[in-house]
T-cell receptor
């Protein structure tokens, strides 16, 4: 399975945008890019996913590089409730498409 | 629509004992996956069950086993507990065939401490 690389931690001010990067240089053509986050004392929750095109939903935006070797999760206005560990995950839908390999993630701290 | 639930929330066992953790999938989901999350690390895939059969396994020894029932609830069993088994155990349900937008829905986890 292709691996992802994320910074260990990032810090943001409340109500400012946050850009969380992820490198996945060995991504295959059938790998979807998923982002999950884990708030303290909770299980991970889905944030967003995409294949090639940029994606937007009510929680965030996902910007995918043209060569797909990196992506960026964008939180448009960080709130204190966005403080969590964010995981970038590659999911191959060609087989075992329910199996996720989590890395160490990025711990996001949001300052008031 | 009910979410994924897990029981118990916390558990303390001693080395060598056996433990059973339980998971109730989200309504309508037919696939369940189990993950182990050590403190400060990301979740590690243990195995997945689909239609009551194991459908993929991570790098975990055979003393980690599971069951999926006709109502899609699931159990994770760990025999001969070791100190390193202390972790948060997460259950996630999903719908096979739901398409590429399919996501996994995680429960709150069971915190296991092995003494």
């Amino acid at each position: 399975d292709a691996k992802t690389t994320q910074p260990n931690s990032m810090e943001s001010n409340e109500e400012e945008p946050v850009h969380l990067p992820c490198n996945h240089s060995t991504i295959s053509g059938t790998d979807y890019i998923h982002w999950y986050r884990q708030l303290p004392s909770q299980g991970p929750e889905y944030v967003i996913h995409g294949l090639t095109s940029n994606v937007n939903n009510r929680m965030a935006s996902l910007a995918i590089a043209e060569d797909r070797k990196s992506s960026t999760l964008i939180l448009h206005r960080a709130t204190l409730r966005d403080a969590a560990v964010y995981y970038c995950i590659l999911r191959d839908v060609a087989y075992n498409f329910n199996k996720f390999y989590f890395g160490s993630g990025t711990k996001l701290n949001v300052k008031p | 629509e009910t979410g994924v639930t897990q029981s118990p929330t916390h558990l303390i066992k001693t080395r060598g004992q056996q433990v059973t953790l339980r998971c109730s999938s989200q309504s309508g989901h037919n696939t369940v996956s189990w993950y182990q999350q050590a403190l400060g690390q990301g979740p590690q895939f243990i195995f997945q069950y689909y239609r009551e059969e194991e459908n993929g396994r991570g790098n975990f020894p055979p003393r980690f086993s599971g069951l999926q029932f006709p109502n899609y609830s699931s159990e994770l069993n760990v025999n001969a507990l070791e100190l390193d088994d202390s972790a948060l155990y997460l259950c996630a349900s999903s719908l096979v065939g739901g398409g590429p937008g399919e996501t996994q829905y995680f429960g709150p986890g069971t915190r296991l401490l092995v003494l």
